[in-house]
């Protein structure tokens, strides 16, 4: 029995377009962004880019940018200053997959995520949220710190 692999990612055939490195890059190095929003682009076959945050975005504003009824990949850059008044910052890794997205989305994503994840280099923490809650404020507050 042979096996054909095709494409960047067995599993899944998902590549990783070279705008979306960058524009982590710029979040990582440069802090040009507060948060990057990725989805999958069936029709390339790759995880581009959706929406950036300027770095004077909040989180809310970032919650309110992923869809309700789709799944997504984001990278989040929070600041905050730590007990002994250090300023510091973790970049996380979110994975979305609200519940009431379309199976065939969610098997997509999670197919696909470990690839994307890989190519992003210098994350402190990922999160895999199917509810707003599990992935509100005080979560990342309280992996942070």
């Known amino acids: 029995m042979s096996f054909r692999i ?10 990783v377009a070279d705008h979306s490195k960058k524009m982590f890059m710029e979040l990582k190095r440069k802090k040009v962004h507060r948060y990057v929003i990725f989805k999958v682009d069936e029709k390339k076959n ?3 880019v959706e929406k950036t945050g300027g770095p004077a975005e909040s989180y809310d504003d970032f919650t309110s940018a992923l869809p309700d009824n789709d799944c997504r990949y984001a990278v989040y850059d929070f600041d905050f ?16 997959s609200p519940e009431i997205s379309r199976i065939r989305s969610k ?4 197919t696909s995520k470990e690839r994307f994840r890989r190519e992003l280099d210098g994350i402190h923490y990922e999160i895999q949220a199917t509810d707003p809650t599990e992935m509100d404020l005080e979560v990342i ?3 942070a710190h």
């Open 81 to 96: 200053v730590t007990s002994e008044n250090c300023q510091k910052s973790k970049i996380f890794f979110i994975a979305w």
């Open 6 to 15: 095709r494409g960047p990612n067995a599993s899944s055939g998902m590549g």
């Open 141 to 143: 507050r309280d992996r």
């Open 46 to 48: 790759e995880v581009v």
């Open 107 to 110: 098997m997509l994503y999670a």
